[in-house]
């Protein structure tokens, strides 16, 4: 993956940056090799929007999108949007990527059963779930594991 073809990422956000959003961008940061442009950032939208005017740009980078990766801590405050991205993801066949919620709770059955794929906080399990669902790309990554039987 090359930075002039980088993966089009749409993070569901509601409008709000909270820690999740933010925790979000930090892991795929620290990830290397790996290039992403995130097709709706809640910062370019202007004051005084519509909500009518909100969901045409949620609309309109879901189009561009690769992939919407839901970030399901998000979805008990701002549910109302998460469900909309959810909607408007389907409706231009977006594959969803759920992230669990960061710590020890697990993300709502009805949450889960909307998404392609399910994974935890990760950087690299994050990475590799965008590879694979917005380009088919597996990483064929595994993790080596020595034992000492001496």
């Not at 990422?9 to 979000?24: N, T």
């Not at 909500?51 to 189009?63: D, E, F, L, S």
């Not at 405050?77 to 020890?104: C, M, N, S, Y």
Request: glycine share 4%; net charge negative; with cysteine.
């Amino acid at each position: 993956m090359s930075e002039n073809n980088p993966h089009r990422i749409f993070p569901s956000h509601g409008w709000v940056k909270d820690e999740d959003y933010l925790r979000l961008f930090e892991y795929l940061e620290s990830t290397t090799n790996f290039y992403y442009s995130n097709v709706c950032d809640p910062d370019t939208s202007p004051e005084g929007e519509t909500v009518a005017q909100r969901r045409t740009r949620v609309i309109a980078g879901m189009k561009d999108a690769e992939v919407l990766i839901v970030l399901s801590g998000m979805y008990e405050t701002q549910r109302q949007w998460v469900d909309f991205e959810i909607q408007a993801a389907k409706a231009h066949d977006v594959p969803i990527i759920l992230i669990e919620p960061f710590g020890p709770l697990d993300a709502p059955e009805e949450l889960k059963s909307k998404a392609d794929q399910v994974c935890g906080w990760n950087s690299r399990t994050i990475e590799d779930a965008i590879r694979m669902a917005a380009r088919h790309d597996d990483t064929k990554r595994f993790d080596m594991i020595e034992f000492d039987l001496s």
